[in-house]
């Protein structure tokens, strides 16, 4: 099974900051890579697919980036509705798997 | 709009069986790939299985650690996804949430609980 390795595992941060959250695949992926964030109590929502690909409707300030084991979550200025959980998601080879999440919180 | 709608969550004793439903609508099911995904207690997110569309050959696949007891299907009929779980254990306790493919829409989830 691929595992994904996901860091930091937390993290407090200021609003406007400069976020980024690194998954790292125990094998190549290739471009198989999504991003979901998960407010608390909420249902998770997906940011990007095939690493880079932002979502419709998802803010310019999150990007994606990275292709084979390395990816990158950029939040370019942190605001306060991305206090919140992410996770990545690989999906080039089953079983499936998720990075552990990164809980990024109010500094 | 796409909609999933998960049912059949509940409390059940170890070793015990419950089926979970995800009823969709607002996109075409019998051409996706659909999952399902768990979130225990304060855990973060796990990929239960997939099945294709019929089209794609249908082939279930699943996480080894419900692999044998868990059976995914799809009724195209009724644009309905199903999650079998059979000799349930404490640890399959979680909400569990169907989504499309590869987690482009969710539902809001169902729970189980396992416990005697």
């Known amino acids: 099974d691929i595992q994904m390795t996901q860091s930091p595992s937390a993290m407090s941060a200021s609003v406007g900051d400069r976020v980024t959250i690194t998954c790292r695949a125990s094998?190549?992926?290739?471009?198989?890579l999504a991003w979901f964030q998960q407010k608390p109590g909420k249902v998770p929502k997906r940011l990007i697919y095939s690493a880079s690909t932002l979502e419709s409707g998802v803010p310019s300030r999150f990007s994606g980036s990275g292709s084979g084991t390395e990816f990158t979550l950029t939040i370019s200025s942190l605001q306060p509705e991305d206090f919140a959980t992410y996770y990545c998601?690989?999906?080039?080879?089953?079983?499936?798997?998720f990075g552990g999440g990164t809980n990024v919180e109010i500094k | 709009e796409v909609q999933l709608v998960e049912s059949g969550g509940g409390l059940v004793k170890p070793g015990g069986s419950l089926r979970l439903s995800c009823a969709t609508s607002?996109?075409?099911?019998?051409?996706?790939?659909m999952s399902w995904v768990r979130q225990a207690p304060g855990k973060g997110l796990e990929w239960v299985g997939q099945i294709k569309s019929k089209s794609g050959g249908g082939t279930p696949v699943y996480a080894a650690a419900v692999k044998g007891r868990f059976t995914i299907s799809r009724d195209d009929s009724k644009d309905t996804l199903y999650l079998q779980m059979n000799s349930l254990k404490t640890e399959d306790t979680a909400l569990y949430y169907c989504t499309t493919g590869n987690g482009g829409g969710w539902g809001q989830g169902t729970v189980v609980t396992v416990s005697s």
């Open positions: 998601l690989q999906h080039d080879t089953f079983p499936l798997t």
């Open positions: 607002g996109f075409t099911f019998s051409g996706a790939w």
């Open positions: 094998q190549g992926i290739s471009s198989n």
